[in-house]
Nanobody, 126 residues
């Protein structure tokens, strides 16, 4: 069992930065790849970023590549999402998730995840 709790959401202006954090319970955090997804109003939940269990591999959605990064700290059981150059289209509820595997899936999908946090809202004003 893994419990995930996100924090750090809020209101930011276009071009600003925000850092989300996800705290995980359990001793197996370092064994799992971790993911961030987001869901905008009226839209499906979409993949944002992922990091492998040992931070050796990361993957990003094209829409955030070059603007977002996903560091993790296995000693603290945390994974973050550093978001820079934010745009209004980044407005969404952001979720931390894992599929209980060590490697990143080639095509991450929300339906593949086993554990989810409750999400944190990010609003980017224009």
């Amino acid at each position: 069992q893994v419990a995930l709790v996100e924090s750090g959401g809020g209101l930011v202006q276009t071009g600003g930065s925000l850092r989300l954090s996800c705290a995980a319970s359990g001793r197996t955090f370092s064994s799992y790849a971790m993911y961030w997804f987001r869901q905008a109003p009226g839209k499906e939940r979409e993949f944002v970023a992922a990091i492998s269990r040992n931070s050796g591999t990361t993957r990003y959605a094209d829409s955030v590549k070059g603007r977002f990064s996903i560091p993790r700290d296995n000693a603290k059981n945390t994974v973050s999402l550093q978001m820079n150059s934010l745009k209004p289209e980044d407005t969404a509820v952001y979720y931390c998730a894992t599929d209980s595997r060590g490697f990143i899936r080639p095509f991450p999908s929300a339906s593949d995840m086993d554990y989810w946090g409750k999400g944190t809202l990010v609003t980017v004003s224009s």
